[in-house]
């Protein structure tokens, strides 16, 4: 069993650059890296690099192609729900 947190496979999936926000009114930023094992990430903040303490506390993560995702799908304990 593996002791990662994230599906690298499914965040690798998205295409790139993604951005990320903690809120639905908050605004998007760059996201730099994640470490797939702890969810510690870290973010593009006017240039800056700012390290945040886990992507649990964000919302969403938005694709190259525009496309919004919920965190939780990432989540390697996020089991994938059956198509109708």
């Given at each position: 069993m593996s002791n990662?947190?994230?599906?690298i496979d499914k965040i690798n999936s998205l295409p790139h650059p993604l951005m990320i926000r903690e809120f639905s009114s908050d605004p998007w930023y760059e996201l730099i890296e994640i470490d797939v094992q702890t969810g510690v990430h870290s973010i593009d903040v006017c240039g800056m690099r700012q390290v945040n303490f886990h992507l649990s506390s964000c919302g969403q993560i938005k694709d190259d192609h525009g496309e919004v995702h919920d965190i939780e799908i990432f989540f390697t304990d996020c089991e994938a729900q059956p198509n109708d």
């Open positions: 990662e947190l994230l599906s």
